[in-house]
């Protein structure tokens, strides 16, 4: 019997453009998960450390809303980073009892930067793409996603 998650995929793959972003989304889980393996970090971890690349002196708190995990899962998960030499912990010059967290790490070096290879990758392919079709493309996935979020 199929599973439920068998069945959505067989739903959705019965358009051309519906099999292509399960194609897509298969293909950047694969790399997404290829680059964690290669970095020995789980996907919680890999997740927090992009965030706090992009969000630069990151308060935990804004890594545990980010993650949706609770207070002693984002320090346990901090300390991971730090002894991994991913992230360092700041103490906050007015606050003491706050910390921040910056990463120590370039996420544009190997090996860190096979975190986001898969979506240069995307990226660079867009770019090549005539911009009026890239916009309407942007639009279409922009109504999928809402009408998908409508159906939950």
């Known amino acids: 019997m199929p599973s439920s998650s068998d069945s959505s995929s067989a739903s959705a793959g ?4 519906g099999r292509a972003l399960l194609a897509y989304g298969e ?3 694969g790399a997404v998960a290829e680059a964690r393996r290669e970095l020995s970090l789980n996907e919680l971890d890999a997740r927090a450390l992009l965030f706090v690349v992009d969000n ?6 804004d890594v545990r809303d980010h993650l949706g995990i609770t207070s002693a899962g984002v320090t346990t998960l901090i300390d991971r980073l730090v002894q991994r030499g991913a992230v360092r ?3 906050d ?10 990463a120590i ?4 070096e190997h090996p860190w930067s096979l975190l986001r290879a898969f979506d240069r990758s995307v ?8 911009p009026v079709e890239s916009e309407r493309l942007a639009r279409i996935l922009e109504h999928v996603v809402a009408a998908s979020a409508r159906a939950d």
Not at 56 to 61: E, K, L
Not at 93 to 102: A, G, L, Q
């Open 123 to 130: 990226d660079a392919a867009i770019r090549e793409l005539d």
């Open 56 to 61: 630069p002196g990151a308060r935990p708190s």
């Open 105 to 108: 790490i370039d996420p544009d």
């Open 89 to 91: 912990r700041d103490l």
């Open 93 to 102: 010059t007015e606050d003491r009892r706050v910390n921040h967290i910056t």
């Open 27 to 29: 293909a950047r889980r």
């Open 14 to 17: 019965e358009t051309p453009l």
